[in-house]
């Protein structure tokens, strides 16, 4: 069965910059719309990022605009996110997940695990 795995977060200083990758085992991501998502304590999950499958459409949410940026790595079947000029609200744990619908972020299916980005001030 394929699942999705989300990698690269960790520790960084406000202002600095983070790569997320969001892998899968067992299918292409290709095949896929990917979200990218973040649950910071006490809040609900929000989308941040989303990538169509077919023409690689993008959307950002307001927070992300102009600091993060999705994108395909097709030769290592993976999303990334990346994410520049972070801020301490930008902590959260980071999910990436399938989309049925693309920018339907209700829609998403088969989440990952979650990576913790953690933004110092």
């Known amino acids: 069965q394929g699942q999705l795995v989300e990698s690269g977060g960790g520790l960084v200083q406000s202002g600095g910059s983070l790569r997320l990758s969001c892998a899968a085992s067992g299918f292409n991501l290709d095949d896929y719309n990917i979200g990218w998502f973040r649950q910071a304590p006490g809040k609900e999950r929000e989308g941040v990022a989303c990538i169509s499958r077919r023409d690689d459409n993008i959307r950002y949410s307001d927070s992300a605009k102009g600091r993060f940026a999705i994108s395909r790595d097709y030769p290592k079947n993976t999303v990334d996110l990346h994410m520049n000029s972070l801020k301490p609200e930008d902590t959260a744990v980071y999910y990436c997940?399938?989309?049925?619908?693309?920018?339907?972020?209700?829609?998403?299916?088969?989440w990952g695990q979650g990576t913790q980005v953690t933004v110092s001030s």
């Open positions: 997940a399938l989309l049925m619908h693309y920018n339907d972020y209700t829609s998403a299916r088969a």
